[in-house]
């Protein structure tokens, strides 16, 4: 994992001339200036949605960030080259409302500019019809505009129809287009990997060069323990799903060779589904997770993900239909009632929501992980985040001196009040509280 964190000892932990040396290198590399630029979690919190489809009221108390599907067919039909009359698509969307209504609702957005759906040869001219579209999408929504409704695009999602010569093409076209229009807009490469590329993402090297027109590296990244046919998903810090490893080397990438530029992670996820798979056909194999796991994962993903350093995260998705197959289930509502995922999101978000990431307490496979969070202006309080990767319940003792225990719930799985859970507060500055597969925040303050 990256930042050094070193997993505690028990043992040693009762050793109190160790005890200094250990606290600090549980915290290496996480300076105080390190939380002090790591996001608010409310501004972490982010949620995949799509269009018309979505309803501001119902995922409120989830999340304030989102990221939306934008087809651009929708702006300019079949001719690529055809003018654009924003704020209406060339469907009749009209996109000023639809975002305008998400902005009255308190929500910061930003769109997936996808073209996945057209294919290469259909461009009249990519250079001229990119750039004139992304040019229009930024004077018509960004910052500067008189009606400012988006503050990034990410310029496509998963182009697997494109090689890299000319996704490049699209790429820089639009991206000039879009700094031509409003330099305040910023700027997210499509769904991004290192190496070669992917079938749904783009070598970072396909953008090689072209630093000046980018903001945000893009990454998609499901905890997936086995591929096809299964593609079982297992729980985040499995080593198996190298979910923690590949974020972690995008984030190394990152820091040695584009620094100033942010990491968000657009798309992870679990399905969780009712029905069983197809008797037949591509997903006959398929595993889905149970909804508990959809929403234990769920939140222990997005704790993961601020620990390693990713600036914004974005889990899909917001609704399903119960379908039994990959993507398919992996709503926190179906058919827009919540699921278990929805109730434990709106937990987070209510709980850490004024919290940002500070240090790593504990990163122990065996035993438990311990994350400390602080509050945003109030800098005696703080929360720390504490759970089992897995297996069965277990107590565990976490030097908490000289903090004093104020509260602490289990992530709830249905609507209401989450459960208060007991903390023994012993002797030689430990507490004491059950760890489980289902995250604990323990709230703590400074006398």
């Known amino acids: 994992m990256s930042g050094g964190a070193v997993p505690f000892n028990v043992a040693l932990m009762r050793i109190p001339f160790l005890l200094p040396l250990m606290l600090l290198l549980a915290g290496e590399g996480m300076s105080a200036e390190d939380a002090r630029h790591r996001p608010l979690m409310k501004d972490f919190?982010?949620?995949?949605?799509?269009?018309?489809?979505?309803?501001?009221?119902?995922?409120?108390?989830?999340?304030?960030?989102?990221?939306?599907y934008h087809p651009i067919k929708w702006d300019f039909g079949d001719d690529t080259?055809?003018?654009?009359?924003?704020?209406?698509?060339?469907?009749?969307?009209?996109?000023?409302q639809l975002y305008g209504s998400w902005k009255k609702a308190g929500y910061r957005t930003h769109a997936s500019l996808v073209f996945d759906d057209i294919a290469p040869a259909a461009w009249k001219n990519v250079e001229r019809d990119a750039n004139a579209y992304g040019l229009a999408f930024a004077q018509a929504f960004g910052p500067s505009a008189k009606e400012p409704l988006l503050e990034a695009v990410e310029i496509g999602n998963e182009p697997s129809k494109y090689d890299d010569a000319t996704y490049r093409k699209v790429f820089e076209a639009m991206a000039r287009g879009v700094r031509a229009g409003d330099p305040k807009l910023r700027i997210a490469t499509c769904a991004a990997n290192l190496g070669p590329s992917g079938r749904y993402s783009k070598s970072v090297d396909a953008i090689?060069?072209?630093?000046?027109?980018?903001?945000?590296?893009?990454i998609h990244c499901h905890a997936e323990a086995e591929p096809w046919p299964t593609w079982r998903r297992s729980f985040p810090e499995d080593p198996a799903t190298k979910f923690v490893?590949?974020?972690s080397h995008v984030l190394k990438w990152r820091d040695a060779h584009a620094p100033s530029k942010e990491v968000w992670v657009t798309e992870f996820g679990y399905d969780a589904t009712t029905k069983p798979p197809p008797t037949t056909g591509d997903f006959s194999k398929w595993q889905g997770s149970t909804e508990p796991q959809q929403a234990m994962w769920s939140v222990?993903?997005?704790?993961?993900?601020?620990?390693?350093?990713?600036?914004?995260?974005?889990?899909?998705?917001?609704?399903?239909?119960?379908g039994p197959h990959l993507r398919a289930s992996s709503g926190i509502t179906r058919n827009f009632e919540p699921k278990p995922a929805f109730h434990a999101l709106a937990w987070l978000q209510r709980s850490l929501g004024e919290y940002r990431?500070?240090?790593v307490d504990r990163e122990d496979a065996d035993e438990c992980y311990a994350y400390e969070f602080t509050h945003a202006s109030q800098s005696a309080k703080r929360a720390w985040a504490?759970?089992?990767?897995?297996g069965a319940p277990r107590v565990v003792r976490l030097f908490n001196d000289p903090l004093r225990v104020v509260r602490a719930e289990r992530m709830p799985l249905v609507a209401g009040d989450a459960?208060?859970?007991?903390?023994?507060?012993?002797i030689e500055g430990y507490m004491a509280v059950e760890a489980t597969e289902r995250p604990v925040i323990i709230w703590l303050e400074k006398p």
């Not at 995949?48 to 995922?59: D, G, S």
């Not at 090689?208 to 893009?218: F, Q, S, T, V, Y």
């Not at 504490?386 to 897995?390: E, Y």
């Open 245 to 247: 490893e590949t974020v």
């Open 45 to 68: 919190i982010g949620l995949n949605v799509h269009t018309v489809q979505f309803k501001p009221e119902l995922y409120a108390p989830v999340t304030r960030v989102l990221r939306n």
């Open 208 to 218: 090689a060069g072209l630093d000046a027109l980018w903001d945000i590296l893009n």
């Open 300 to 322: 222990r993903s997005f704790l993961l993900l601020a620990r390693l350093g990713v600036d914004r995260a974005h889990l899909y998705f917001f609704n399903d239909k119960d």
């Open 81 to 96: 080259s055809a003018a654009t009359t924003f704020p209406f698509a060339a469907n009749r969307v009209n996109w000023a």
């Open 419 to 426: 459960e208060k859970v007991e903390v023994r507060q012993e």
């Open 386 to 390: 504490v759970w089992r990767p897995s």
């Open 357 to 359: 990431f500070a240090r």
